[in-house]
C-alpha cells in the first residue's frame, strides 16, 4: 500500500485522548498533579509543557518527536499542544503524525489556599514573633523593606502588626525557620522556639504541634550613642566606651568620635553583655557650625575634626560655644547645621555608665551624630518616589489617633533618614510615584546661600527608581486627574522644559552635522584642485 492508504486506514494517534482536564489554583496560581502534588509553572514555559504531556495517557506508547504550544487567549482557559509522532504500522513501515491536544483548565483550590480563606486564626502551624522594646517603629520599616527587597514572606499565612513588633504566621515549621534564619542574616537577633501540643492519634502515633518561635531585637538603633561595658570595651581593642552607632545591620557597627576607631559587635557579645542607649535620636538638637579645622586623620569616608558650634536655639542670645571634635570632618563647613546630643544636660542613667571610668567627669558636653538640612525641609513638596508595604492586620489599639499620629511621625523620620543616606536607600527597592516627577529649579538669586550651604544633600535620582509594574492600572494611568490645577500646570510646565530641551540638542546636533559635512566637502574639494 502507498503512504496514502496507510495514513487513511491506519491511525497512530488512537488511544490517545484528544482533549485534558487539568487542575489551576486560582489562588496561588498552581497546577494539581495527583495525587497531592501542587506545581508552580507559567504560560507556555518547559515546566508547564512537561505537565502537560504527564498528564496524557498513552502518549509513552509512541515516539514523541516534537512539542510546541499553540497559541490561545491567556483568559480562554484552554492550552493547546501541538505534537509530532512516530510509530511503526507495519514491518519497517513508521508512520509519523501530527496532531493538536486541548487542555481544559479546571479551577480547584489547593489546601494552603483554603487554609489562608480560612483564616489565621486556627489554621497556622508556626509563628515567628518579632519584638523590639524601643519607642518607635523605624527599626520595623526597614525590616520590612528588606523583607519586601529578597521576598522572604512569600510563605506566610498572614501578617499581624503588634505594638511592639509582627507576627508572622505560617503553614509549615520550616517556613518559619527559614524565615528566622533571613532575619539572623539582617538583624543582630536572639530566638527562643517553643511548641503545644494541639491533638494527637493514639493509634497512628500522630501528633499535631504549634510551634511559637519569639525573636528579640536589641533596643539598639542607628546614631543611639551607647556606653559599651569595661568587658566588651577590652575586647573590642581597649576602646572608649562612649561610641556612636553608624550603622546596623546582622552587626552592631559602632565608631569613636573622637578617635575614628570603628568596631563591630556581634549578636553573641552582645547578648552575653547587654546594654541600653544612653539617648536616642529623639533628644537631638540642632547645632550651627562656627569654625572646623581638620586634623587630618581619616578612616574610610570619615575624617577627624576639631568643630566649634553654638546651639541654633542659643544663637544671638548669648555667646556660650562647644568646642568638640567629631567624625563628620569631610562633610561640615562653617555656617552648616549639625544634629548632635547634648550631654551636658542629658538626664543619663547611672546603671548605663559603669564602663566609663570617672562617670560623667569623662563625658564629652557634645556628640555629632549627623549633618542637618533645615532649609530643604522647611520646603513642603511630594516626594517623586515610594516604598511598598506588607500586607498587615492591625491590633485594635493600634487604630486609634494617637497611635497613628506616631507611627505616621515614625515613617516620615524613615523616609527622611533614606533621603539622606544613599547605602540605606541601596540595600531596598524604591519604586516611581505615579504623577509626580522629580523637582528640578533652576537657581535663583534669593537662595544663593541656601543652595551654596545645602548643595550637597542627597537627592534621590531618578535612576535609583523602578517602575511599579504591579499596582499599574487604569485608575493609576487616570490619577492626575485628580490633582489641583497648580499640580497640573506645574507638571505641563515641566513637560514643556523638557520638551524644548530635547528640541535644543536636536538642533544643536543638526547643526553639528552641517558643520562637519561642510568641512569633509571643502576638504574634497581641495584635493581635486590639487589632483589636476
Not at 542637618?372 to 486609634?400: C, D, F, G, I
Not at 515614625?410 to 516611581?432: A, C, G, T
Request: hydrophobic content about 35%.
Amino acid at each position: 500500500m502507498c503512504v496514502n492508504c496507510i495514513r487513511s486506514q491506519v491511525d497512530i494517534t488512537e488511544g490517545i485522548p484528544k482533549q485534558v482536564t487539568i487542575q489551576w489554583c486560582k489562588g496561588c496560581g498552581r497546577y494539581h498533579e495527583p495525587p497531592g502534588r501542587w506545581l508552580v509553572a507559567s504560560l507556555e514555559s518547559k515546566e508547564l509543557l512537561s505537565y502537560c504531556l504527564r498528564r496524557v495517557r498513552q502518549v509513552n506508547k509512541v515516539k514523541l518527536i516534537d512539542a510546541n504550544f499553540v497559541w490561545t487567549e491567556p483568559h480562554s482557559k484552554r492550552i493547546k499542544v501541538k505534537l509530532t509522532i512516530q510509530k511503526e504500522v507495519f514491518t519497517s513501515t513508521i508512520l509519523q503524525q501530527v496532531f493538536i491536544i486541548e487542555f481544559v483548565v479546571a479551577n480547584l483550590f489547593c489546601p494552603d489556599c483554603h487554609k489562608v480563606e480560612a483564616g489565621s486564626e486556627n489554621t497556622w502551624v508556626a509563628v515567628a514573633q518579632v519584638r523590639q522594646h524601643v519607642t518607635h517603629k523605624r527599626t520595623f520599616f526597614w525590616l520590612e523593606q528588606l523583607i519586601l527587597r529578597h521576598n522572604a514572606h512569600h510563605q506566610t499565612l498572614s501578617i499581624k502588626e503588634e505594638p511592639e513588633g509582627l507576627d508572622f504566621y505560617f503553614t509549615n515549621e520550616n517556613h518559619c525557620a527559614r524565615f528566622v534564619d533571613f532575619l539572623q542574616a539582617v538583624s543582630p537577633l536572639r530566638f527562643k522556639t517553643a511548641k503545644k501540643l494541639v491533638s494527637h492519634d493514639m493509634h497512628s502515633n500522630i501528633f499535631n504541634y504549634k510551634y511559637t518561635t519569639s525573636i528579640e531585637i536589641p533596643p539598639i538603633c542607628k546614631d543611639d550613642l551607647v556606653c559599651l561595658p569595661s568587658t566588651v570595651a577590652r575586647q573590642l581593642g581597649n576602646i572608649n566606651p562612649v561610641v556612636l552607632v553608624h550603622k546596623v545591620s546582622n552587626l552592631l557597627h559602632m565608631v569613636d568620635p573622637w578617635t575614628l576607631q570603628t568596631v563591630e559587635l556581634n549578636a553573641g557579645t552582645y547578648w552575653r553583655f547587654p546594654f541600653r542607649a544612653l539617648t536616642t535620636k529623639s533628644n537631638l538638637v540642632e547645632y550651627i557650625v562656627i569654625d572646623v579645622e581638620p586634623t587630618g586623620t581619616t578612616n574610610g569616608k570619615m575624617a577627624l575634626a576639631e568643630i566649634t558650634i553654638a546651639k541654633n536655639s542659643d544663637f544671638g542670645r548669648n555667646d556660650r560655644q562647644f568646642l568638640t571634635r567629631t567624625h563628620l570632618g569631610h562633610i561640615l563647613n562653617p555656617g552648616d547645621m549639625v544634629l548632635g546630643y547634648d550631654v551636658s544636660t542629658a538626664n543619663l542613667n547611672d546603671q548605663d555608665l559603669e564602663g566609663l571610668r570617672g562617670g560623667y567627669k569623662n563625658l564629652p558636653d557634645v556628640v555629632l551624630v549627623r549633618k542637618a538640612y533645615p532649609q530643604r525641609r522647611s520646603k513642603v513638596k511630594a516626594r517623586h518616589w515610594k516604598l511598598k508595604a506588607l500586607a498587615k492586620e492591625r491590633e485594635e489599639t493600634l487604630n486609634r489617633k494617637s497611635a497613628l499620629d506616631a507611627a505616621d511621625k515614625d515613617y516620615e523620620e524613615f523616609l527622611n533618614e533614606l533621603e539622606e543616606d544613599p547605602e540605606m536607600r541601596s540595600q531596598i527597592h524604591l519604586f516611581k510615584a505615579a504623577g509626580i516627577l522629580p523637582e528640578k529649579r533652576a537657581p535663583q538669586d534669593g537662595d544663593m546661600d541656601v543652595d551654596d550651604a545645602e548643595a550637597d544633600f542627597p537627592e534621590v535620582e531618578i535612576e535609583e527608581l523602578l517602575d511599579d509594574m504591579e499596582g499599574l492600572s487604569i485608575a493609576d494611568s487616570a490619577a492626575t486627574v485628580h490633582l489641583s490645577e497648580a499640580e497640573q500646570q506645574m507638571m505641563m510646565m515641566q513637560q514643556q522644559q523638557q520638551i524644548l530641551f530635547m528640541q535644543q540638542q536636536q538642533q544643536q546636533q543638526q547643526q553639528q552635522q552641517q558643520q562637519q559635512q561642510q568641512q569633509q566637502h571643502g576638504f574634497v574639494q581641495q584635493g581635486f584642485g590639487f589632483m589636476q
